[in-house]
Structure formats: C-alpha cells, structure tokens
C-alpha cells in the first residue's frame, strides 16, 4: 500500500490568507477543508476552500520537511 504525502497550499476567495499544510490524503483532506470539518480552525475562521498547489512525495516524512521549509518561505 502506497503511504505518500503531500504539501498542499490553500487560498481563500479574496487571495488574502494562505494555508499551508501536509497530509497523507490529498482528497480528504481538502474535502475536510472545503465542509469546514473542523469548526474554529484557521481555516474555517478565513472560508480556505480553493487548492492552489500541491506536490507528493514518497512518504510523510519528506512531505513534513518541504512544509517547515514552505513555512520558512511565508
């Protein structure tokens, strides 16, 4: 079974706040994102709904050390 992950950056309408995050499940999680799953999270407070860009990567872990360097870049 192919445990990769992914970097995903996400937007909402106005372009004024940026999400960055990391998961092994693209599809869920941006469902997640868009159904405001998780009331008072930052996206849910600033309506992150658009996918503006994502990378996969063999596994999690690499996922995890291009976000903190994604983070870096804010």
Request: no cysteine.
């Amino acid at each position: 079974m192919f445990r990769g992950g992914y970097i995903y950056i996400m937007t909402n309408v106005h372009r004024n706040a940026l999400y960055v995050g990391v998961t092994s499940d693209l599809k869920k999680r941006i469902w997640q994102h868009r159904n405001h799953f998780y009331k008072d999270s930052f996206t849910d407070k600033y309506n992150i709904v658009y996918l503006i860009y994502y990378e996969g990567f063999d596994s999690i872990n690499e996922a995890l050390l291009r976000e903190k360097t994604a983070k870096e870049m804010e």
